[in-house]
């Protein structure tokens, strides 16, 4: 472990001798920072600085280029990954399918009969609303037409719409109207996507309206489940929603490494529930039915065998001479 530390402070100082022997390009330089961003999961503008041995309003303003592109995102002395999910809705379809449908079914499975739940818009509570067991009776509350839509068939699901200004890129209502009406649901769940969680600035979102609208869905719910695709994970998006302390828990995607949720998020204090895949659970299921055909296959025999010894005995007792 000391000589990667070493290894790693050597490459830096040589950097920073290239830097000051002749003038790094600035894309070269931007290049760098990504790398670092990449690495460190984070920049800080003095540090970096301090390694390439140029001004701080270099950096600062190497940093507000990149954030235009939307390479990553600034936050006060520097600035951290930025989320992918700032492309709308069909984009966002794109993304971490698997995963998606995975964390979709986890979070189905933590409603039970008769609450009432709050669907937040977005491509991974859609898969929350597919995955509903069609013998469930509970009441589902939305913001979104896309998870009422999803929900018209569902025999036992009685759903309330929130309307309000529709806001396009992630389809759901918005403003005042909505305000209002989420200000008189009082519900056991809130199933709450996100744009990015990160361990220092909380959930955040690209949308300053659309934070108004989760703080407010959250506060009408007695616990806020936050479903986190994996390219959300220590990322982040200009409006903050809420810290990490006023969340509930958070279900992640089943390829998601533990030294990031055990190290980071449980030693939080905030419950991680991992996703597993659809062969995982036919497999578990598999292994669960077979154990059980070994346990009855086993309790079968020693019932025969329990048959067998009193018949035996039985038949021994009668042709005793003595049997009567």
């Not at 070493?6 to 390009?25: D, F, H, I, P, T």
């Not at 950096?59 to 520097?78: C, N, T």
Request: aromatic share 2%; proline share 4%; with cysteine.
């Amino acid at each position: 472990m000391h000589a990667i530390v070493q290894l790693r402070a050597g490459s830096r100082n040589n950097v920073q001798r290239v830097c000051k022997s002749k003038q790094m390009l600035t894309t070269q330089r931007k290049q760098l920072i990504l790398k670092r961003l990449k690495e460190d999961g984070q920049i800080v503008a003095k540090r970096m600085s301090h390694e390439l041995g140029l001004s701080e309003d270099t950096i600062r303003r190497d940093l507000r280029e990149l954030a235009l592109e939307v390479l990553l995102q600034r936050v006060h002395g520097g600035a951290l990954p930025a989320s992918p999910a700032v492309v709308d809705f069909a984009g966002r379809d794109r993304l971490s399918g698997e995963a998606k449908i995975a964390i979709g079914r986890a979070a189905a499975r933590m409603i039970q009969p008769g609450q009432v739940v709050i669907l937040d818009g977005g491509t991974t509570t859609r898969e929350l609303a597919r995955h509903i067991p069609n013998e469930l009776r509970a009441t589902v509350v939305t913001h979104s037409p896309t998870i009422a839509t999803e929900l018209i068939d569902h025999p036992n699901i009685q759903v309330i719409l929130i309307g309000g200004r529709l806001f396009k890129h992630p389809v759901v209502a918005v403003g005042a109207a909505a305000i209002e009406a989420i200000s008189r649901i009082r519900a056991d769940l809130f199933f709450m996507g996100v744009m990015g969680i990160h361990s220092e600035v909380g959930v955040t979102t690209g949308d300053l309206e659309e934070a108004h609208i989760k703080r407010a869905l959250s506060a009408a719910a007695a616990e806020t489940i936050v479903l986190v695709s994996n390219e959300k994970l220590n990322a982040a998006s200009p409006y903050v929603v809420a810290p990490l302390s006023e969340t509930s828990g958070m279900i992640v995607g089943p390829d998601v490494p533990d030294e990031i949720t055990a190290i980071i998020y449980e030693t939080m204090g905030i419950t991680v529930t991992r996703s597993e895949r659809e062969n995982s659970i036919r497999i578990r299921q598999s292994v669960h039915r077979s154990r059980l055909s070994r346990i009855r296959s086993r309790r079968l025999e020693r019932d025969c065998q329990l048959v067998r010894y009193f018949t035996e005995g039985l038949s021994s007792a009668l042709r005793s001479p003595n049997a009567y």
